[in-house]
């Protein structure tokens, strides 16, 4: 696997390696000894999830207070424009972001850390986006940050308005956002 940075330093793209001929491809999509040698990270998840969504569905930006989720997240099928912003009090990122261009076609994995908001608009007519995550869901610790928040300043690549959940609509703004 190949391991890059970000213009968020531990924000990572991971890009495995893929063995393909006419009958198709493999690849590992994780592997618990190559992710530490290759990161660092003595990283465990616990939680996998699977989700569904039309073209310009934007789920996100969402986080948990406590119980933060580090998030390892790769496209099975279709195309997202994927994002993680810093929620980090002390650091010197705080408030800025990163987006990827993940598809079933690149392969590619975004390595989203506690400490950050993740989000991701849908490019495709239809995507299904898998990922593993470091904690447990804890509906009582979520967070939403709006999606278009003027001091994060997302550049969406966004064809006309976006389809947000009720949650989604009635996010804080990053002034207001509660923040490790």
């Not at 890059?4 to 009958?23: A, C, K, Y």
């Not at 598809?103 to 400490?115: I, L, M, R, T």
């Not at 610790?141 to 009635?170: H, T, V, Y």
Request: aromatic share 14%; hydrophobic share 35%; net charge negative.
């Amino acid at each position: 696997m190949k391991v890059r940075t970000t213009s968020l330093p531990d924000v990572l793209i991971i890009e495995p390696r893929v063995f393909g001929d006419d009958r198709g491809f493999f690849f590992e999509s994780f592997n618990q000894r190559r992710w530490q040698e290759a990161t660092g990270l003595k990283t465990t998840f616990v939680q996998h999830n699977h989700s569904s969504s039309r073209k310009n569905v934007l789920r996100g930006l969402h986080y948990q207070i406590q119980q933060p989720q580090g998030k390892l997240v790769r496209v099975i099928a279709g195309e997202v424009f994927d994002v993680a912003v810093d929620l980090r009090k002390n650091s010197p990122t705080l408030g800025q972001w990163t987006g990827e261009y993940l598809s079933a076609d690149n392969k590619k994995q975004f390595w989203v850390p506690e400490g950050f908001a993740h989000g991701f608009l849908v490019l495709s007519e239809k995507a299904e986006f898998f990922y593993l995550a470091t904690d447990y869901y804890a509906p009582e610790s979520e967070r939403a940050i709006i999606w278009n928040d003027p001091d994060l300043n997302i550049d969406w690549p966004l064809q006309g308005e976006p389809c947000l959940s009720e949650k989604d609509c009635a996010a804080s703004s990053f002034q207001d956002a509660d923040l490790y």
